[in-house]
């Protein structure tokens, strides 16, 4: 790993693009306080959001149960009445048509939520409140993405590029064990590549509330700088997320634990044939609605947790030019991410300097 302590020369040749001016934001910041109980008083002004995760959640959970015990039990059928190559090509094609519903249909959605949810926070964490009180929470939510990107496609795209980036910027780290606040694993590589992905996991949310809260009709540029100011920032915003991992993985097992009562009573109430399963049921619907409530409610508490961190520490901050000059140095993705990226989408607008009406 690299020590990204060292001076900006043994990173490559300078970033072509223009530094620009050294603070590149100016918003309000109506929370600063990145604490638990901030985080779950947001997450009760935004509970709409978390109960409308939890039901598509929930309601894939359930679909994909009925689905797996019709390719299963289709599979099995086919198998032993006319041949077993028949099973074969029903379990492969009912597991084809369930990865892609899930990838064009349910994923989907559950992005959709997630981005209004952030879009909805983040106003709450610069301004205190939603709008002008004139539209619902959600309507406000889907307004603001859509103003800013014209295509939801494409903000999923530029999240999975941010999250790409942030990843390779991992990598370079040499410092997370020393973070750790467990005595004993500080030499443990799995325990940080956990630790990692997980926090990379909210990372992009954080960068694209930046993009929502700086609001200057350019999301490629202020995702750009959202990322290197999160790599001048990176030992802060990580400790947060090291916390957040471990808190919310103990919160998960609690609540799979909590779960497993009321699971078996669910059990009970299944069709006979089912109830033959017993223990298993109980531990896959315990686990399936663990799963749901982890990341409809728990996952997204420490995500405010981390967007209140970010936006606390970069307020009013100068944005370090070498820090522009290593990501570049460290990731192709990130010398590409700006116009070049955006027409490489389909975003001529915004290659073309287009700035949003108002």
């Not at 100068?318 to 990501?327: M, N, Q, V």
């Not at 990226?341 to 700035?355: E, I, V």
Request: contains cysteine.
């Amino acid at each position: 790993m690299v020590d990204t302590s060292d001076s900006a020369s043994a990173w490559g040749a300078p970033n072509p693009v223009s530094p620009g001016p050294p603070v590149r934001h100016s918003y309000p910041l109506a929370v600063r306080d990145p604490s638990l109980s901030v985080a779950i008083g947001l997450m009760m002004r935004s509970l709409p959001y978390a109960i409308a995760r939890f039901g598509v959640l929930m309601a894939a959970s359930l679909a994909t149960l009925i689905w797996l015990m019709v390719m299963i039990g289709g599979a099995a059928w086919l198998g032993n009445h006319i041949a077993s190559v028949f099973g074969l090509v029903w379990f492969i094609m009912c597991l084809a048509a369930g990865g892609f519903i899930w990838v064009t249909a349910i994923r989907y959605v559950l992005h959709l939520i997630e981005c209004g949810h952030v879009a909805v926070l983040t106003e709450l964490i610069t301004k205190g409140s939603i709008g002008n009180g004139s539209e619902s929470m959600f309507a406000y939510g889907k307004r603001v993405v859509t103003e800013r990107f014209a295509e939801a496609n494409v903000l999923f795209g530029l999240n999975a590029l941010v999250r790409g980036i942030v990843q390779s910027f991992h990598q370079t780290l040499d410092w997370i064990s020393d973070l750790l606040p467990i005595p004993g694993l500080t030499s443990v590589a799995t325990v940080i590549n956990i630790i990692l992905k997980a926090a990379t996991r909210y990372l992009d949310k954080v960068i694209f509330s930046y993009s929502l809260a700086r609001n200057d009709g350019d999301p490629w540029q202020s995702s750009r700088d959202g990322l290197i100011y999160y790599a001048q920032n990176a030992k802060p915003v990580l400790k947060t997320a090291i916390w957040s991992v471990i808190l919310e993985r103990g919160l998960t097992v609690v609540l799979w634990l909590l779960l497993l009562m009321p699971a078996g009573l669910i059990t009970l109430a299944l069709p006979h044939s089912m109830r033959e399963f017993g223990g298993l049921m109980t531990i896959l619907v315990a686990l399936m609605i663990a799963a749901s409530l982890r990341a409809a409610i728990v996952k997204p508490l420490f995500l405010i947790m981390m967007m209140v961190r970010f936006h606390s520490v970069i307020e009013g901050q100068a944005i370090d030019p070498e820090w522009d000059e290593r990501l570049s140095a460290i990731s192709s993705k990130f010398r590409d991410l700006g116009r070049d990226a955006a027409a490489a989408m389909g975003q001529s607008r915004w290659a073309k300097g287009w700035r949003p009406a108002g």
